[in-house]
């Protein structure tokens, strides 16, 4: 069986896929964190994010860097969506998420183009969202915890900026597959969340 959970940053589609994966003993792949090695790849090699041979030469990257801390930074955050866009860059990840998909048991992948580019036959499909003002809060609620000094009206740009650049991309956009079914967390705690999305899985398998 295999899970497909897109969404736009901070929607609550990471937390999701994982209570997916425990809930159904099956393994998980945060794609994001690929775009974000890739990002990050180039701003350590002194880069630019925008250009596509820096991004493409950073797509070689080394398997350590999936565990580095520093991903999951907004920095990195920010250089994943720009060097996302290369078609170049989405190709290079492409077969490793694929294969991740196609394993015997299963998977539960969350990104962007899970439903509609990675896993189209995916059994499950669901495009989780909120409201940008609500995914900032939690984004900049995160960064607090984690002991970061941020702005929330900073936060709430950066979540905007990246949702516009996620959707208007030309490369595999951010949109939800006509067979998905959407899950608007807004209103939902993690728990309420994560139950409402087994029962969404429930009803497609
Ligand atoms: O999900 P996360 O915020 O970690 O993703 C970082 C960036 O990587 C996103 O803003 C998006 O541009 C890109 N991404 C993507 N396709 C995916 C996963 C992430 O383009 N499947």
Do not use: W
């Amino acid at each position: 069986m295999i899970i497909a959970v897109d969404g736009p940053a901070a929607s609550g589609k990471g937390t999701i896929a994982k209570a997916l994966a425990r809930h159904y003993g099956l393994p998980h792949l945060d794609t994001g964190l690929l775009y974000r090695a890739v990002g990050i790849s180039v701003l350590r090699h002194g880069g630019d994010p925008a250009n596509a041979l820096d991004a493409q030469r950073a797509c070689g990257f080394e398997e350590v860097l999936l565990a580095d801390p520093g991903l999951k930074s907004e920095a990195a955050g920010r250089a994943a969506s720009i060097v996302s866009a290369h078609p170049a860059v989405r190709a290079a990840l492409l077969e490793r998420q694929r294969a991740f998909a196609a394993q015997p048991g299963g998977a539960v992948l969350d990104g962007r183009d899970i439903g509609t580019v990675i896993a189209p036959e995916a059994r499950a499909k669901l495009f989780v969202t909120a409201t940008p003002e609500v995914r900032a809060r939690r984004r900049y609620d995160e960064l607090i915890g984690l002991g970061l000094s941020v702005d929330y009206d900073h936060v709430l740009g950066d979540i905007r900026a990246r949702d516009e650049r996620d959707s208007a991309r030309s490369a595999a956009p951010l949109r939800q597959a006509e067979d998905a079914v959407l899950l608007d967390t807004s209103a939902l705690d993690v728990a309420a969340a994560v139950a409402a999305a087994i029962a969404l899985v429930e009803a497609a398998a």
